[in-house]
């Protein structure tokens, strides 16, 4: 087999960071579009392609510790996990998507603050700093985490394709090339061809997320469960609406995929695993 990286805990969290951040302010404005392009008012009423870079500045705050939690989280139970051989797909399953669930603990927030601002749900003068006022006065603590099942429900399936895919294409890559470790740019292949399958795959399950976190009902109000906000999306707006802003989404995992985890094996090894 390929001889594997096993970077340390430490190790892990500095790579994440610094891929998090990397991937998440290089891609802010494909991301802004397809933000818009989902929201239930309608891209043009969001913002059209004004202001791409609305948000960024929750985005430069949560990103770093978001990604380095997840990646520190996955690495660590990748290597004790005992799912080896033909049972590793399932070891990066599991370890990909309780990474992810770590990860969303401070990922949510920064995304409920960011899609409001990208979307000028608050005003067109209104700042990452100005939205997180708002929702902290009217929603509470609560208001920063609505989405928060629906954000695990759409990163579980959308990272149990690609790390398994991913991991899966760097062996056979490997092996290919005389079964030698991967260079960054390499990994970078892998991980632009992992994440655009997966972001295709799972956009329903972006919109229904997006849509829930646009919703700013306050927390006495009723509002509807995943299943009816997928049926009224339906039954209302069609089928295409569920697919809303996949080529964005797409093209922004695929290409953000091989610069997220290019950089992260890049400074891996930098760092001398």
């Given amino acids: 087999m390929e001889t594997e990286r096993k970077p340390t805990f430490v190790q892990s969290l500095i790579a994440g960071g610094a891929a998090g951040t990397s991937v998440d302010l290089l891609f802010f404005p ?76 401070i990922r949510v927030p920064t995304e409920v603050i960011k899609t409001r601002t990208q979307t000028s749900s608050y005003g067109s003068a209104a ?38 895919l991913y991991e899966f294409l760097k062996y056979r890559l490997s092996l290919a090339l005389g079964m030698r470790p991967l260079h960054a740019s390499e990994a970078a292949v892998c991980g632009s061809i992992a994440g655009g399958v997966a972001a295709a795959l799972t956009t329903p399950l972006d919109v229904l997320k997006t849509r829930v976190m646009l919703d700013m009902r306050g927390p006495s109000s009723k509002t509807p469960s995943l299943l009816n906000r997928f049926l009224q999306i339906y039954t209302t707006e069609g089928p295409r609406a569920l697919f809303a802003g996949v080529l964005p989404r797409t093209f922004w995992l695929s290409a953000g995929g091989a610069v997220f985890l290019g950089a992260y094996e890049l400074v891996i090894g930098a760092l001398g695993w």
Avoid: W
């Avoid at 990748?78 to 799912?83: N, R, Y």
């Avoid at 695990?152 to 399936?157: A, G, H, K, L, V």
């Fill in 30 to 105: 494909i991301d802004t579009i397809k933000t818009r392009l989902q929201s239930a008012q309608g891209f043009v009423k969001a913002g059209g392609f004004r202001g791409i870079y609305k948000g960024i500045g929750s985005v430069g705050v949560g990103s770093a510790p978001g990604a380095a939690i997840f990646f520190s989280t996955y690495e660590l139970l990748k290597q004790s996990l005992p799912l080896h051989g033909q049972l590793a797909p399932l070891n990066h399953m599991m370890s990909a998507s309780i990474g992810e669930i770590a990860a969303c603990l």
């Fill in 127 to 164: 700042t990452s700093l100005t939205a997180t006022k708002i929702i902290l006065k009217q929603e509470g603590l609560k208001g920063f985490y609505r989405g928060f099942g629906i954000t695990i429900t759409r990163e579980i399936p959308f990272t149990s394709l690609q790390f398994p």
